[in-house]
């Protein structure tokens, strides 16, 4: 399995506060990104990165900030947690690879309780 | 990058072959068909992935019809623990950010 860990993997918050997820791997791949998995949603991207201090939105981007200092972390910030961000998010991480195909590595996911 | 449609759900016995259609019929030519399968509460896990001609890993194999318009992925010896949310996505190549979006997928129950 690739190198992917979140922390943390469980979090209880109360609306209001601000919370950080991160992403660690292990692999030095260029790109990281940011999903949330909510039933009847499926999987949709939040943000991404396609290096160190190059990030962009995807999606559902609306309430969340990320940071990529480094290679091997990205962050996922909601400044401001709301209900409607409690989910499941999930990190994952691609290279390119022959011929520019590229295929997604996907951590653990943390689940987030907002209340 | 091209849509792609899937059955919603389909039952599989255990032990024997799944089959798992997609159609992607406006694909282009340098679009690659990924699959991915996402176990209950886990993250999605990469399956396999081609552009024209047939593929095979450990995993499953997946065969592209010579259209290209639509491929099946194939799980030769299905078992239960292959319970799984099962996403076909098209993803036009040399793209700088590689992102995948995902759709509703197709649920596969493997049933003993």
């Known amino acids: 399995d690739a190198g992917i860990t979140q922390s943390p993997r469980h979090k209880v918050t109360e609306t209001g506060t601000p919370v950080t997820l991160r992403c660690h791997q292990t692999?030095?791949?260029?790109?990281m990104y940011w999903y949330r998995q909510d039933p009847g949603h499926g999987l949709r991207l939040i943000h991404y990165s396609y290096g160190v201090k190059d990030t962009d939105k995807g999606e559902v981007s609306d309430g969340y900030s990320v940071s990529r200092s480094k290679t091997e972390d990205f962050l996922l910030t909601l400044e401001s947690a709301t209900s409607s961000q409690t989910s499941v998010y999930f990190c994952?991480?691609?290279?390119?690879?022959?011929?520019?195909?590229?295929?997604?590595?996907f951590g653990p996911g943390t689940r987030l309780t907002v209340t | 990058d091209a849509k792609t449609t899937q059955p919603p759900s389909m039952d599989c016995a255990e032990g024997r072959a799944a089959n798992l259609p997609c159609n992607h019929s406006?694909?282009?030519?340098?679009?690659?068909v990924y699959w991915y399968r996402q176990i209950h509460s886990q993250g999605p896990q990469y399956i396999i992935h081609?552009?024209?001609n047939n593929e095979t890993n450990e995993m499953a194999s997946l065969i592209i019809t010579e259209d290209r318009k639509s491929s099946t992925l194939i799980l030769p010896h299905a078992t239960l623990r292959d319970t799984a949310v099962y996403y076909c996505i098209v993803k036009r190549s040399g793209s700088n950010t590689g992102k995948l979006i995902f759709g509703q997928g197709t649920t596969l129950q493997v049933k003993p």
């Open positions: 406006t694909i282009s030519g340098n679009e690659y």
């Open positions: 081609g552009l024209k």
């Open positions: 692999e030095n791949h260029r790109y």
């Open positions: 994952a991480i691609s290279e390119t690879g022959a011929q520019g195909s590229y295929e997604q590595y």
